[in-house]
């Protein structure tokens, strides 16, 4: 089968999404174009204070592995363990993530990982990426793009397009104008974030422990930092956006400096050029976006971001849109097959799997900020943790706490959700009636689980 005879989807957008996706679908045969409207980061230097350090789980793993690809990516990841809770003058505490040693998550640099995807992609022979080209509209009646490069403009065509265009994704608002009974709803958190920096000590290392992600939790604020090949970490503050204590009122350097020696003084000599990188890097914002449609006919779909981009709390955003990619791997024919495929019932069957899925972490994702900023400090919610990690060893077949579903298995997001809501009340009435967990006995345990259908 020549070239011009192999079926080609259009992808809009070639970040971390559309550059995974672009391999599956070179893998199964296709032609792939693909639509960027950045320069290539490959070559250029787009980072601007804004990566979020990624953390890799089992959900996004697992369409690399698939690919054989993980293998690769070994000099990319740092494994951390869990979460090194930093409280002002006390002694910094791990909270595991889980109870074995391969529940850890992997710290990864947005850029490395989506630089790999892009060549790996390129590299099958089948996949073309044009950088430096926004999609301006989208016609579906003609199916037709508008792409803008610099100065100059063009219509080019597709058949099938993917929109893995982000946030702002220019797919998306096309779809939604085609339905009568579409719905979008964007939420902006009231609080925004700034990256920061600690460099490596004189001999290159981790100035600290490098198989954690480290959390100073400060109630209505908070500092994370994760680890990174070189020594150093990307540090990360969330804050108010407005408000007494906010990015509107931290933001020269005797306003800076007040701040983090009032709330930061055992990390802040660690921050390199602090004043000069808060000042200089932007201040991000971040949203919720519930879709709906997803797809448009036999012509469109969107996944990722551009279909349920969520806050980064959970660390779940990419493995989130890793698993759309995954579901596109599973369900989509080989393009030896395509011209005989209902590709609308393709693309319903999609947004169907999916947006349950992806409105369930939404929401994880955002009760998981309170919890990192605020409740991992809380005795309650260590009683709880303890509670629910001796249920995990006692009967590991009908216990995983919520946040071990999420992060180490890949059972659907909605069923974590709801069953973590069961948990709550069940590790609630433990705390009510046991004043510590040693008191607990396993036959009370099994006794509770059964009441709760566990």
């Known amino acids: ?22 391999l599956i679908l070179a893998k199964k045969g296709y032609r792939v174009e693909v639509y960027e409207s950045r320069p ?9 204070g804004r990566s979020i ?29 869990g979460r090194m809770v930093h409280v002002e003058g006390e002694t910094a505490t791990l909270q595991p993530y889980g109870q074995h040693e391969y529940d850890v998550i992997y710290s990864i640099s947005r850029g490395e990982l989506n630089s790999f995807l892009l060549t790996e992609a390129e590299n ?15 016609d579906f009646d003609t199916n037709q793009l508008s792409i803008v490069q610099g100065e100059h403009s063009q219509t080019v065509s597709f058949d099938k397009l993917i ?8 797919v998306r608002d096309a779809i939604l104008a085609l339905n009568d009974n579409s719905q979008l709803s964007v939420d902006v958190l009231d609080h925004s974030y700034k990256e920061l920096h600690i460099s490596p000590d004189s001999q290159g290392q981790h100035k600290i422990d490098k198989q954690a992600l480290h959390i100073w939790p400060r109630g209505q604020f908070m500092l994370i930092a994760l680890p990174n090949q070189d020594g150093s970490f990307t540090v990360t503050l969330f804050m108010h956006t407005q408000g007494e204590t906010s990015f509107a009122t931290v933001k020269d350097e005797a306003t800076i400096n007040a701040f983090f020696d009032a709330h930061f003084a055992s990390i802040k000599p660690e921050l390199e050029n602090l004043v000069g990188t808060y000042i200089e890097n932007p201040t991000g914002s971040m ?64 947004a169907k799997l999916r947006k349950p899925n992806a409105d369930a972490i939404a929401d994880m994702a955002l009760e998981n900020y309170i919890e990192m900023r605020d409740s991992v400090i809380q005795d309650s919610f260590l009683q709880k943790k303890a509670f629910a990690f001796k249920l995990q060893q006692w009967f590991p077949a009908r216990f995983t706490p919520r946040y071990a579903m999420v992060m180490f298995q890949h059972r659907p997001y909605q069923e974590a959700y709801a069953l973590g809501k069961i948990h709550d009340r069940l590790l609630q009435e433990l705390c009510e009636s046991y004043s510590s967990v040693d008191e607990l006995t396993q036959q009370d345990a099994d006794t509770l689980l059964t009441r709760y259908g566990l």
């Open 1 to 22: 089968m020549s070239d011009n005879q192999t079926p080609m989807i259009t992808l809009a957008g070639g970040g971390l999404v559309g550059s995974l996706l672009a």
């Open 40 to 48: 290539d980061l490959r070559r250029v230097d787009i980072s601007a």
């Open 53 to 81: 350090n990624l953390a890799l789980a089992n959900r996004g793993i697992k369409p690399l592995e698939q690919l054989g690809l993980m293998s690769k990516i070994n000099d990319m990841i740092i494994p951390m363990r």
């Open 124 to 138: 099958t022979g089948l996949v073309t990426i044009h950088f430096d080209s926004k999609i301006s509209q989208v």
């Open 163 to 170: 929109g893995t265009d982000g946030a702002n994704s220019v």
């Open 287 to 350: 949203a919720t976006i519930k879709c709906g449609p997803w797809n448009y006919a036999d012509k469109g779909l969107i996944i990722g971001d551009a279909a349920h981009a969520i806050v980064p709390f959970h660390g779940q955003g990419m493995n989130c849109g890793f698993e759309d990619c995954q579901s596109i791997a599973e369900h989509f024919p080989a393009a030896n097959e395509a011209e005989s495929a209902d590709w609308h019932a393709l693309f319903a069957n999609i």
